[in-house]
């Protein structure tokens, strides 16, 4: 299940420790998300397109596990 959480506004992520970050097709990724039971994708729109950052839950704890910049067609999971 994915749910949509819009913000309109920058993010700024500081993770405790960083994952591995691997970048892949949009098909690669794409699949990757879909292996989670359930994740939230936060939208960021700035400047001329929009990026997604999406997060799984696990033990109570969300984790970054991709993100999309669909304009600019990078695709990054996290590890």
Do not use: C
């Not at 998300?33 to 994740?39: M, N």
Request: charged share 30%; aromatic share 20%; net charge negative.
């Amino acid at each position: 299940m994915r749910h949509k959480i819009s913000s309109r506004i920058h993010w700024s992520l500081i993770p405790k420790e960083l994952p591995s970050r691997f970048f892949v097709t949009q098909e690669e990724y794409e699949d990757y998300i879909k292996s989670f039971d359930s994740v939230y994708e936060l939208e960021s729109l700035h400047r001329d397109d929009t990026d997604f950052k999406t997060y799984a839950v696990n033990n109570n704890t969300a984790s970054l596990i991709g993100w999309a910049d669909y304009y600019q067609k990078y695709f990054y999971i996290y590890k």
